[in-house]
T-cell receptor, first 114, second 113 residues
Framework: GAVVSQHPSWVICKSGTSVKIECRSLDFQATTMFWYRQFPKQSLMLMAT?????????EQGVEKDKFLINHASLTLSTLTVTSAHPEDSSFYICSASKGEDEQYFGPGTRLTVT | AQSVSQHNHHVILSEAASLELGCNYSYGGTVNLFWYVQYPGQHLQLLLKYFSGDPLVKGIKGFEAEFIKSKFSFNLRKPSVQWSDTAEYFC???????????FGTGTRLQVFP
C-alpha cells in the first residue's frame, strides 16, 4: 500500500506557457501533500506543503504566484507552473503523508522548458 | 538553521564490502530521522526511520542506522553490499508537529561485482 503517482512523467513546454502536474495517492487518503524540486545531482528542496481544502504553505524563496498548488481532494494535488521559463526546468517530485510522520513519494515529473 | 549534511558524495565499493554513509544534522527540538534510497529510474523509497526508542534502527535489505544524539549523527550501514545496492541515498530529518522533511545532498553509491 501507500502508492503515489504523478502525471505526466515527462513534459516539454514552450517558454511562457503553463503546465500542470498531478499527484495522486492511489490507495490511501493523504492528509498532507508536499512538492519538491530536484536539480541534477542535487538534493530535494521542499517547495510547498498542502493540506486538502486549504491554501498551500510555501517555503521561503518559492514564488506562490508562479507555482500554483491546488489540493482539491484527499487523493489529488496539482502543481501548475505558470509562465514557465527555461530556469524552471527541473525534476518535480510530490509526496503524500497519512499523518504518521512518513512521506510516500511519487516517481517525479521531468519538466523541460524550451 | 535546520540542515542535513551528507559528507560522502560518491562512494564506490566492490561487492561484499562494508558500507557506512555519514549523515549529520542540525535541528532544534524533537527530531525524526530517515534514510531514503532512489534506485536508477525509480522513485524514492524509505529504507528506515528513527522516531524514538532504540537508537539502532534496522531497515529493509539489510541496512541499519544508528542515532547518536551527542554527535547529531544518523549514519547508515550495511555489512556486505551487493551490486543491486547501487543507488542514490538520501538522509532526511523532520520532526515535532510538522511533517516537513529536510534532505541532505545525497550520496551516490556504486557497487561493482
Amino acid at each position: 500500500g501507500a502508492v503515489v503517482s504523478q502525471h505526466p512523467s515527462w513534459v516539454i513546454c514552450k517558454s511562457g506557457t503553463s503546465v500542470k502536474i498531478e499527484c495522486r495517492s492511489l490507495d490511501f487518503q493523504a492528509t498532507t501533500m508536499f512538492w519538491y524540486r530536484q536539480f541534477p545531482k542535487q538534493s530535494l528542496m521542499l517547495m510547498a506543503t498542502s493540506n486538502e481544502g486549504s491554501k498551500a504553505t510555501y517555503e521561503q524563496g518559492v514564488e506562490k504566484d508562479k507555482f500554483l498548488i491546488n489540493h482539491a481532494s484527499l487523493t489529488l494535488s496539482t502543481l501548475t507552473v505558470t509562465s514557465a521559463h527555461p530556469e524552471d526546468s527541473s525534476f518535480y517530485i510530490c509526496s503524500a503523508s497519512k499523518g504518521e510522520d512518513e512521506q510516500y513519494f511519487g516517481p517525479g515529473t521531468r519538466l523541460t522548458v524550451t | 538553521a535546520q540542515s542535513v549534511s551528507q559528507h560522502n558524495h560518491h562512494v564506490i565499493l566492490s561487492e561484499a564490502a562494508s558500507l557506512e554513509l555519514g549523515c549529520n544534522y542540525s535541528y532544534g527540538g524533537t527530531v525524526n530521522l530517515f534514510w531514503y534510497v532512489q534506485y536508477p529510474g525509480q522513485h524514492l523509497q524509505l529504507l528506515l526511520k528513527y522516531f524514538s526508542g532504540d537508537p539502532l534502527v534496522k531497515g529493509i535489505k539489510g541496512f541499519e542506522a544508528e542515532f547518536i544524539k551527542s554527535k547529531f549523527s544518523f549514519n547508515l550501514r550495511k555489512p556486505s553490499v551487493q551490486w543491486s545496492d547501487t543507488a542514490e541515498y538520501f538522509c532526511a530529518v523532520g520532526g515535532g508537529n510538522t511533517d516537513k522533511l529536510i534532505f541532505g545532498t545525497g550520496t551516490r553509491l556504486q557497487v561493482f561485482p
